[in-house]
């Protein structure tokens, strides 16, 4: 049909533990597309300007405590209030760049213990990556990177867990990023790999939903 060609922005994914180096190559990936002339955002979650996003915030922070289930439907919950927004930037042609989704989500709640189906169970329905991309780091080194152990899952024993359920979680289509090689290194593998989603979007690759 008509609609399935036409040209959209692509949802690309950045995974990986607390301190893996998400949050930097992300910005380095957007003033790349952005310098290619290609329409992009950056987004993330939990994204914590949202009034959910805000009780996440406190959790994270141990200013509030609640039960797992909870601050795991709400994490999924901050993703619905985005889901509709983030159809639209896709559509009109933005390319998103996300620091962290769904894999956050059911990973790092399995990790507390939770079962995965259930975990996996209130993303169903929301927009599927066209690429994620996993920056690869062992707990150890990434404790050692500034700033660790301010937040609520920032402890050696239970990353490593975390880092089990994504091995879980990841498939064949997933990149996976070596995160202890120098920053430029990283940066260019990114960026191949993600050209190349661009592109395959920009030619009408359609839209799918989680959870496949
Ligand atoms: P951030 O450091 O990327 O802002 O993420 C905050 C923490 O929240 C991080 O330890 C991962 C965790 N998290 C979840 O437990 N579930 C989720 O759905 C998301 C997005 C993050
Ligand atoms: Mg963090």
């Excluded at 949202?50 to 405590?65: D, E, F, P, R």
Aim: glycine share 8%; with cysteine.
């Amino acid at each position: 049909t008509e609609s399935s060609v036409k040209p959209r922005g692509a949802l690309i994914v950045l995974e990986g533990l607390d301190r893996s180096g998400k949050s930097t190559q992300c910005a380095k990936l957007l003033s790349f597309l952005e310098g290619l002339g290609h329409p992009t955002e950056l987004w993330r979650f939990p994204d914590r300007e949202t009034s959910v996003g805000k009780m996440i915030s406190a959790y994270l922070s141990n200013k509030s405590q609640l039960d797992d289930h909870t601050i795991h439907l709400l994490f999924s919950a901050n993703r619905w209030e985005k889901r509709s927004l983030m159809e639209e930037k896709l559509k009109t042609g933005t390319t998103l760049i996300v620091d962290r989704y769904s894999y956050s989500g059911v990973a790092f709640s399995s990790a507390k213990g939770l079962d995965i189906d259930w975990c996996k169970a209130p993303e169903i329905g929301l927009l599927a990556p066209d690429s994620v991309l996993y920056l690869d780091i062992s707990p150890e080194r990434a404790a050692e990177r500034g700033g660790y152990g301010d937040e609520r899952y920032e402890r050696v024993e239970f990353q490593k867990k975390v880092a089990d359920f994504y091995q879980t979680l990841r498939d064949s289509s997933w990149k996976i990023i070596n995160a202890g090689e120098a920053m430029e290194e990283v940066e260019k593998k990114i960026q191949e790999v993600v050209l190349d989603k661009v592109k395959e979007c920009t030619k009408g690759k359609p839209l799918s939903l989680l959870w496949s």
